[in-house]
């Protein structure tokens, strides 16, 4: 029985051990994406929805895996019925017709969402984006504010419509509604 609960516990070290492994080579790789695309970012707009997430996760929750940081990060911060009337206060700012169980239903598993389409396409402006097709762009809209707010994502982010349209500011937490004109309309290139 001894022997049973010594070979229990080196086997939970051995996992603490390859966890923070796993941890520090996900900040790693963050970070030197994040130098990449801020990099691009000088020169044109840059779409990042999953980026934008994890770099705020991993500024938030130093320590954590990617995945565990986000399970901390969403219940403090994305469920709860104050949250559900935060959400549809920001659908309504950045004038997306998302329906908000769908937008929570993303946010159940933010990350995993954001991996299904990555894509960057080239745009006009300069800057990190977030949005695109919904109910998901709404999703990382409201994660990025809700970063921002708590000083974990320190730059601004433009939201762009499904047409990849510049239609917001977020900035500190806040939305910023953005004017159309005409070249915004025609504002993005597939890439």
């Avoid at 080579?25 to 929805?49: F, G, M, P």
Wanted: hydrophobic content about 40%; aromatic content about 6%.
């Amino acid at each position: 029985r001894k022997d049973l609960e010594m070979e229990i516990q080196r086997r939970q070290h051995e996992n603490e051990i390859l966890e923070g492994r796993l941890s520090n080579a996900e900040r790693d790789s963050i970070h030197l994406q994040s130098e990449l695309l801020t990099a691009r970012a000088k020169a044109q707009a840059v779409l990042c929805n999953r980026h934008l997430i994890e770099f705020g996760l991993a500024n938030k929750y130093k320590q954590q895996t990617m995945s565990n940081a986000y399970l901390d990060f969403r219940k403090a911060y994305l469920e709860g019925t104050e949250s559900k009337s935060e959400l549809a206060a920001v659908l309504a700012e950045l004038g997306v017709n998302a329906k908000i169980a769908d937008v929570r239903r993303d946010l159940r598993d933010l990350i995993h969402e954001c991996s299904k389409q990555v894509h960057y396409p080239v745009m006009q402006h300069g800057g990190f984006v977030c949005g695109g097709a919904q109910p998901l762009g709404a999703a990382v809209a409201f994660a990025v504010l809700k970063l921002q707010e708590i000083q974990a994502l320190s730059i601004d982010v433009t939201f762009v419509d499904e047409e990849f349209r510049p239609r917001a500011r977020l900035s500190c937490g806040q939305v910023h509604a953005l004017k159309c004109d005409a070249s915004d309309e025609a504002g993005l290139t597939q890439g």
